[in-house]
């Protein structure tokens, strides 16, 4: 493994690690709908300006309902249970 994918693998430990201890601050204080929309929001906020950057085009009015549900059901809905 190179040293930049081992950089770029730490990184995404640290921000998903990360997240989970902010989950555990914000949610006695918002709840855990909010806490759980506002992660979802953020989230796909980040990818879509990636997607931007990166030149990739999302498709977003052919493909709304799956975006929709992916995220419910992937991102959303155990957020909010966990």
Known sequence: MRRADLARLLALA??????F???RVLAPHFG???TADVRVIV????LLL???VA???ADLSRYR???LWAGLLTSA???FLY
Request: net charge positive.
């Open 65 to 67: 309902r799956v975006y």
């Open 50 to 52: 990636w997607m931007h």
């Open 77 to 79: 809905l155990p957020f």
């Open 21 to 23: 201890m902010f989950m």
């Open 14 to 19: 640290a921000l998903w690690g990360g997240s």
């Open 55 to 57: 030149g990739l085009r």
């Open 43 to 46: 989230g796909g906020l980040v």
């Open 32 to 34: 855990p709908a909010l």
